[in-house]
DNA sequence: CGCAGCCTTGACAAATGTCAACAAACGTGG
DNA sequence: CCACGTTTGTTGACATTTGTCAAGGCTGCG
């Protein structure tokens, strides 16, 4: 059990309370892994055998049908994903691969399943994690259902902004034909939607964003904490 | 205490593991009420007071932004809503409302918090329920972002009609104004839909609907368990 | 009966996707 | 370090999907 890598994953609220003999017990079995660029991890509709934690990097959550895909999230360091596949033993619902080179902790399943059973702290981190995912997941319909792409994007500059520091000027941190997919929309109409964002004071240029006039995109966005706040 | 409706209570998933004591100890604070239909239960913002439980009749969930409202999800008996909110002790991030007259229980949420930390069956439950909530909403923004309206309307019917039993001819039990709100289009968008599948062997009478080539139906819509499985 | 709400239909408008072309950025191997 | 090919981003023209508005029929209910 090589220790790097699971001092960071201890300080995870997900793992942060449960006793130290279980946590030793969930990472024995474990490993941390690096992968390159552009590694599928996982498929969807494969069974869940690990949990996985993104120590660095980062990764893509999708999924496809029938010859369409789509972006769903991207999970950044310190975080995991799948943990509701692990809980339920289900097939994986989304695929994931790394977007850079990342390194990636996997834990088995199967001890997730059996600390979570005699764990009560464990538990009830599990229980947090999946009710803010849960939450997360809800925000994200009322984001596709209620807005036009126009304002989806709209709402997601301002979402970006503040992740990056609330400086006028920031790095999107996105590939734009991927930002296209999680947004549901195709790279062309994000090309358009970033002109149409002109009017409301935004300047792109490459990957750097400016928000111009931040009182007059708001104005146009009106974000809402109950879908755009990632805590609430 | 009324032991009308909390009896009902018991059998479900949710509290059946929990001990006798703590389960009365759940209940003490609780109370059933009857409410007529079209009744708001809940605002969307709103403190997480209470974890409903739909005894009879059925609510619908759905969020308003910017003059706009959208329909998320329906709860039939016997089934919870908004345990996701009561368990972060965040705010109600959907709005409720009867269909019909409905009765309800109502269970302060502050008490589902302080049992869920003393009793390993409820957490352990409770778990099993948010895991299956946030895949069922990762399956419905599959559903949204993958599919024209045209697919999600022949997925729904085939998820429909097994959920009715399987035969050829179903009925919908959904308002179809509310319908086409839940499938992301306008009313007038899904009358239009339903005469788009036309060709594919569906008719409309009413609320009836009768999947004249199950195959055809099929081959279209390309149903998968990773969007359309309820349980999966 | 008459009203109100739902469903449908038609005509039209707006949003979004598709296809093709090309420029810019990137990575790789020489 | 450059040349090359690949990928990404952009733009234009166009098709498709979806929404909007208005009207009328139908139904249920007081």
Redesign the interface.
Same mark, same amino acid.
């Given at each position: 059990m090589p220790d790097s890598g699971f001092r960071e994953i201890r300080g995870l609220d997900l793992f942060a309370q449960m006793t130290d003999q279980n946590f030793a017990a969930l990472v024995r079995g474990a490993y941390v892994q690096t992968f390159p660029a552009q590694i599928d991890l996982v498929a969807? *509709?494969d069974p869940s055998d690990f949990l996985h934690v993104v120590l660095s990097g980062s990764v893509d959550l999708y999924?496809?049908? !029938?010859g369409? %895909?789509?972006s769903?999230a991207t999970v950044r360091p310190i975080s995991t994903f799948i =943990? +509701? +596949?692990t #809980?339920?033993d +289900?097939?994986y =619902?989304?695929s994931a691969r790394t977007l850079e080179k990342s390194r990636i902790a996997l834990i088995p399943s199967q001890d997730v399943r059996a600390i979570? %059973?005699i764990d *009560?702290g464990f $538990?009830?981190a #599990?229980? $947090?994690e =999946? +009710?803010? *995912?849960?939450?997360a997941?809800?925000?994200?319909?009322?984001d =596709?259902?209620?807005?036009t792409s126009l304002?989806r994007l709209a709402n997601f500059l301002l979402r970006q902004q503040k992740r990056a520091g609330g400086d006028a000027s920031f790095e999107l941190e996105f590939e734009k034909r991927r930002l296209a997919s999680v947004l *549901?929309m195709t790279p062309e109409n994000l090309s358009r939607a970033f002109k149409g964002l002109q009017p409301y004071g935004i300047t792109v240029e490459g990957n750097r964003i400016l928000i111009g006039d931040q009182e007059d995109l708001e104005r146009f966005a009106?974000p !809402?904490p109950? #879908?755009d706040d990632p805590t609430?």
């Amino acid at each position: 059990m090589p220790d790097s890598g699971f001092r960071e994953i201890r300080g995870l609220d997900l793992f942060a309370q449960m006793t130290d003999q279980n946590f030793a017990a969930l990472v024995r079995g474990a490993y941390v892994q690096t992968f390159p660029a552009q590694i599928d991890l996982v498929a969807e *509709g494969d069974p869940s055998d690990f949990l996985h934690v993104v120590l660095s990097g980062s990764v893509d959550l999708y999924s496809c049908w !029938n010859g369409r %895909d789509t972006s769903l999230a991207t999970v950044r360091p310190i975080s995991t994903f799948i =943990l +509701a +596949a692990t #809980i339920r033993d +289900a097939p994986y =619902l989304m695929s994931a691969r790394t977007l850079e080179k990342s390194r990636i902790a996997l834990i088995p399943s199967q001890d997730v399943r059996a600390i979570f %059973d005699i764990d *009560g702290g464990f $538990a009830r981190a #599990i229980v $947090a994690e =999946l +009710a803010q *995912g849960y939450r997360a997941a809800i925000k994200s319909q009322k984001d =596709l259902k209620l807005r036009t792409s126009l304002e989806r994007l709209a709402n997601f500059l301002l979402r970006q902004q503040k992740r990056a520091g609330g400086d006028a000027s920031f790095e999107l941190e996105f590939e734009k034909r991927r930002l296209a997919s999680v947004l *549901g929309m195709t790279p062309e109409n994000l090309s358009r939607a970033f002109k149409g964002l002109q009017p409301y004071g935004i300047t792109v240029e490459g990957n750097r964003i400016l928000i111009g006039d931040q009182e007059d995109l708001e104005r146009f966005a009106k974000p !809402n904490p109950l #879908i755009d706040d990632p805590t609430s």
